[in-house]
Structures are given as C-alpha cells and as structure tokens.
C-alpha cells in the first residue's frame, strides 16, 4: 500500500471523504457544481441586454457571451478550484496510470472526422471575426470545463472506489449525456434532448478512450473543444439544436451530423463494452498492451 492511499484513509472530514471516491460522492460533487454552475447563466442573462439571451447565438459577441462564456468562466473556475483543494490535479493532467490497447485509437479519429466536415464547410465570411474568435475561446472553456469534471474528477472518483474501468467509462460517460438532459428545462423541445443525450452517450465514450488511449485528458479536451465550436460555426446555433436536425444543415455539415447521429453513436458504443482492466492491478500483459 502506498503512502497516498494510507493518507487517503486516515483523512477525515470533507477531503477524506471525497478521496475516498466511489458513485455517491461523485454525484455530490457533480450536483453542488450544478447548482452552481446553471445559476451563473440566468443570472448573468437577467443582468445584461434582453436581446442578448433572445437573438441568435452567433449574430454579437454579447450574445455569445451572455449565453455561453460567462457560465463556462465561473464552471471552469469552480472545477480548477475544487481539483486544486483536493490536490488532485497531478494525478488528473498526469499521465494515464493504466494501459491502452491499439484498437481504442479509433475513438480520436472517429471525432477528428465530423471536426474536418465542419471546418471545411463553414463560411468563414460569415460571422464577424470577433464572433469567431470568441467562440472558438468558448470551445474551448467548454472542452476544458466538461472534460476535467466528467473525463477529470468523475474517472478519478470512481477509480479510487476501486471500479474497473468498464464501470469507470459507462458511469462516467452516461452521467455526462444525461447532465445535457436538463436542456429540457432551458426550453428544449423534448426530442430534441432525447437526440442531444444519445449524441453526447456516444461522444462521451469516445472522450474517455482518447484520454485513455493517448495516455493523457488534455488530448480529450482539445478535441472536444474543436467539436462544439466548429459545430456552432457550421451550423449557426448549439450543438442540441444541430443533432436534433440535420436538414438545417448543407453540404459537409449535414454530412457530419449524420455521420455522428448514424455512425458514431453506434461504434463509440459497440467500443465501450470492450474497456478493460482497472487502475492498481498488476502491470497488463504484452498481450493486452497490444491488443
């Protein structure tokens, strides 16, 4: 036993408790940044111009702001807050402690393809390029924000309540997808989340065997921070209005949603009944290393 784990033990109070991981301390965790994090949006919305929070999302930089960057500014402050108090940002932005099999760099390049439709088909004489330049920094923020809680701070819970890491990625990934579920209370029509969280049950898998197979979560973070603003940029509006209706779309952005909606939902989740292994167990075999 190490010396981490004996102290992760005999700690009490608050960090004891979150150190010691597992499902219900996480789904605290998950609840109290919400309950931050989804105020921080309506109120910065009551304090600025009401056309801000009506019109479409790429027309100013104030209605990117107001509906997006500003919440992800204080989530992602939060979430760094949080991992720093706990003293886990070593481990999280650190190397992967686990092996990676060969077969999982497919989920890196299953999300590279819809990301080069999108590029390739956005008018760039489009938006101001203000507005572009703000919402590729919001992108960002949402990788960043999104994949430090659930690819971050939900797979290092879970592996320190000692799951195997088929647990660790369905847990973590379903608890992502169905966060995109309280769209409904924003206004979102109901097939619309329905379509959003099936979407985002596939691409969250695909998150977490980028992180796993190139050994690190900063990788999951820059490509999930190239997918929501080129989507945004392809398609004029969010991504939940986007997977809900990909006749919006022309040409190579409707091509890329179909691709998510018809193939990769389906292979992320084909390619999560296949994780193996688990954090602290004996070094995998060559065999495994390579299968």
């Keep these: ?18 150190n010691k991981g597992g499902f219900w301390p996480l789904l605290l965790v998950v609840a109290v940044y919400f309950a931050i994090y989804l105020p921080t949006g309506r109120v910065v919305a009551r304090l600025a111009d009401r ?22 500014i204080v989530g ?24 990676r099999s060969r077969w999982m760099w497919l989920a890196p390049g299953f999300v590279l393809v819809p ?20 919402t590729l920094a919001t992108g960002a923020l949402i990788g960043f924000s999104e994949e430090l809680l659930y690819r971050g701070i939900a797979v290092k819970m879970l592996r320190s309540g000692g799951h195997r890491e088929f647990s660790v990625a369905w847990v973590s990934t379903l608890m992502f997808a169905l966060s995109h579920s309280l769209n409904i209370f924003s206004g979102g ?8 969280v099936a979407y985002t049950v596939g691409f969250g898998m695909l998150m977490y065997l980028t992180m796993r197979v190139t050994g690190f979560i900063v990788a999951a973070m820059v490509l999930h921070g190239l997918t929501d603003p080129t989507t945004f940029l392809a398609n004029g509006g969010l991504p939940d209005k986007v997977v809900a209706d990909t006749s919006a779309a022309v040409g190579l952005p409707a091509l890329a949603g179909g691709y998510q909606l018809f193939l990769l939902i389906p292979a992320a989740v084909i390619m999560g009944f296949f994780v193996r292994g688990k954090v ?3 070094k995998a075999t060559k065999a495994q290393a390579t299968a």
Excluded at 122 to 129: M, R
């Design 115 to 134: 990301i080069i439709l999108r590029v390739l088909g956005i008018d760039w004489g489009g938006p101001a390029l203000s507005v572009v330049l703000l």
């Design 280 to 282: 602290g167990e004996a």
């Design 1 to 18: 036993m190490t010396s981490t784990q004996i102290d992760t033990q005999t700690q009490g109070g608050l960090r004891g408790f979150l």
């Design 51 to 72: 056309s801000y929070s009506d019109d479409a999302l790429l027309s100013s930089v104030g209605t990117v702001f107001v509906q997006l960057t500003a919440a992800l």
């Design 76 to 99: 992602s402050i939060v979430l760094i807050a949080f991992t720093t108090f706990m003293g886990w940002n070593a481990e999280i932005f650190g190397r992967q402690s686990i092996y």
């Design 189 to 196: 029509a109901p097939r619309t989340v329905a379509l959003t």
